[in-house]
Structures are given as structure tokens and as C-alpha cells.
């Protein structure tokens, strides 16, 4: 008997669960979560509770590998719930920090608390791109003394681990591992979207990360092209978005079929370029890609509030979260390359 998940946006469209993924135990369970929690509370949700992350921890999502599993996990988390994802995203960068870059007895450490989800994470490190970075490194005896404030942290309560990126005088990448979170100085962000993600700027003062808990010190320009390598990809919560808006519009409506029938194109050819293509290779094209896919969320976004009317301007509407949700994934690892792309894509009917 076939298993089919208990949560499945756009299910009536290719962009469904693919039937091959849907038996698996953590798209299943994630499925599950989704369709219980995370969609019922969503509209309602203030700040992404320890639970949700606990919840995906048990599902098996805290340490999922690599993969089109990965993506389908990605898409469902972001369909129910985009600050849940946006927080489990975090998680999920120290995890892939710690497994690749870390040295052994610090990967040993937090590792298997990560990929349980015993352990979740949050990153602060947004600003390394910029030429002038606001948080600096300094050696010291026996570690590195951090200063200065970073702008954006997400999921701060939720936290247990925080991986902060700092930049040195000869313009090095320090990356460490903080625990002690509760020693910082933190303000909230007033944001106008994902406020639920309890996202804080957070004041290092000097805090020192001793040279046990550094994960890696690397010129910052190597590590700027491997990052703008992998932020030229299509995010999966973008297709998230994309089931999320069908399930609103309706998979077989004329506009949701052909919103659903780009939407498979676009994914289809995403995922391709990032597992059967090397990463240096087609950055242009995969940049155009993501552009092209953001232009169909924004679309697909504002026809669900054009269908909606009215009723998209409650503080509680799915469909006003959706909106939201579909502007701020115009930031997310957004180079400025990518943004000149994005721009000129959306107003190319101009």
C-alpha cells in the first residue's frame, strides 16, 4: 500500500510530492508535522516555538543530507510555515559548516546534537559579503576576540549554538562556534515581514572564541566564491511558495495550471543544474533561473491576493503571509549581481 503524506501543497499539479519521495519516513513525517502544527498555527505564529524544531528534530528533518529528499522537505516546511523554514535554514548552515569545515574533536562535539535537532542553531553572518565587514576578529592568546554588532540573527530563543563569522585585518574569515548565547547583548528587529523569527542584532563586545570552538580561518575572498556559487541556485522554499500560492488558487484553475506547469519547468532544470552539474559552471543560467523563479512567485503571490480581496489585509490571512512571504525571499543570499538580475526580470514587461 502506498503512503501518501498528510500534507501534499498542490498535490494536483507536478509540483506535488513526487510518488518516489512520498513513501520516505522524514518526507512522510514532515508531511505529517506540517498538516498538525505548522499550517494550523502559522497565520497566528508570533515566534517560532523550540517545539516546532523539536518536532522536526523527531521527524528525522534536523539532519537530513543533501538531496532531492532534502528539497522536498525544504518546499514542505516552507509551504506550511516560511518562518519556520527560514529558522530551520539557519540550523541547517551550521550543520553543513560543521560537517565540511569543521577540525575532528570539534566535529565530534556538536555533530550528532545537530543532526538529532537536540542541538539547534542559528548563524550570524549575513554581512560577510560586504567589503567592509561590522564584525571583526582579532587574534589573542588562545583564541580570537570578536567586536562589533551583527545586524540580523535569526531564531534567537530557539538557539542553543550560534556560528559566528567575523573578518581580520588582512581581510581572513574567522569562523567559530558560541554556546554561551545568554552572555550577549541582544536588540530586537522591528521587521515588517517573518516576524515571527524572532530575529535580533546581536553586540559581540569582545567576546573571545577560544581556538577549540574555531571551525575554520580562510581568506574571505575564497570563501565569497564559493558563497555566491551556491546563491545563484534556486532555493527549494521557492517552490515552497509556489504550492503554497496553488493550493489557494487552485492546481486545476487555467491560471494555476499554467503557474504549476512553469513552475515544474523551472524546478526541474533547478535541480538539474545544482546535482548533475559542477558548481562553477552555468552561474549565469542559474542565476537567470532563480530570477525567473522569483518573477513567477511574485505572481503567483499577487494573483492569490487578487482572487482573495478584502479579506488579504487581516493580520491572520493566509494570503497576506503569503504576499509577505514571497517579498522577503527577494533578500534572502541575494549578491549584487543576483539583485541586478532579479530586478531586470521582474520589470521585463516594461
Not at 193 to 221: C, E, H, K, N, Y
Request: net charge negative; hydrophobic share 45%; with cysteine.
Amino acid at each position: 500500500m502506498r503512503i501518501l503524506p498528510m500534507y501534499n501543497p498542490a498535490f494536483d499539479t507536478p509540483l506535488g510530492t513526487p510518488i518516489d519521495l512520498a513513501g520516505e519516513r522524514v518526507v512522510y513525517e514532515t508531511s505529517r508535522l506540517a498538516a498538525q502544527v505548522l499550517v494550523p498555527q502559522a497565520d497566528t505564529l508570533t515566534r517560532v516555538p523550540r517545539s516546532h524544531l523539536t518536532a522536526l528534530g523527531e521527524a528525522g528533518a534536523m539532519g537530513v543530507p543533501s538531496g532531492r529528499i532534502k528539497h522536498e522537505v525544504d518546499e514542505l516546511i516552507a509551504a506550511a510555515c516560511t518562518a519556520t523554514w527560514f529558522v530551520y535554514l539557519q540550523h541547517h548552515t551550521v550543520l553543513r559548516a560543521v560537517e565540511t569545515r569543521a577540525p575532528a574533536a570539534l566535529r565530534e562535539q556538536w555533530e550528532p546534537g545537530l543532526r538529532s535537532g537536540t542541538t539547534v542553531a542559528s548563524i550570524a553572518g549575513g554581512y560577510l559579503s560586504r567589503p567592509q565587514s561590522p564584525v571583526r576578529a582579532t587574534r589573542v592568546d588562545g583564541g580570537w576576540r570578536i567586536d562589533g554588532v551583527a545586524p540580523w540573527v535569526t531564531g534567537w530563543e530557539t538557539a542553543d549554538l550560534l556560528m559566528v563569522s567575523a573578518v581580520t585585518d588582512t581581510d581572513d574569515a574567522v569562523f567559530g562556534l558560541v554556546s554561551r548565547l545568554d552572555a550577549l547583548a541582544t536588540e530586537a528587529c522591528e521587521l515588517w515581514t517573518m516576524v515571527a523569527t524572532d530575529t535580533r542584532s546581536v553586540d559581540f563586545g569582545g567576546l573571545v572564541i577560544p581556538d577549540d570552538q574555531v571551525l575554520q580561518v580562510v581568506p574571505r575572498l575564497t570563501w565569497l566564491t564559493g558563497h555566491n556559487q551556491s546563491y545563484s541556485n534556486t532555493p527549494p522554499m521557492l517552490f515552497g511558495l509556489l504550492r503554497a500560492a496553488l493550493d489557494v488558487l487552485g492546481g486545476d484553475s487555467p491560471l494555476g495550471a499554467r503557474i504549476a506547469e512553469r513552475g515544474h519547468e523551472l524546478r526541474t532544470e533547478a535541480y538539474h543544474l545544482l546535482h548533475e552539474v559542477a558548481p562553477d559552471q552555468q552561474v549565469p543560467r542559474r542565476v537567470r533561473l532563480r530570477a525567473e523563479t522569483h518573477q513567477l512567485v511574485i505572481t503567483a503571490a499577487t494573483a492569490c491576493l487578487a482572487a482573495t480581496g478584502g479579506k488579504a489585509i487581516l493580520p491572520s490571512s493566509r494570503v497576506g503571509r503569503l504576499v509577505r512571504d514571497a517579498q522577503f525571499s527577494l533578500v534572502i543570499g541575494q549578491s549584487g549581481d543576483l539583485r541586478d538580475v532579479v530586478a531586470e526580470q521582474l520589470l521585463s514587461g516594461l
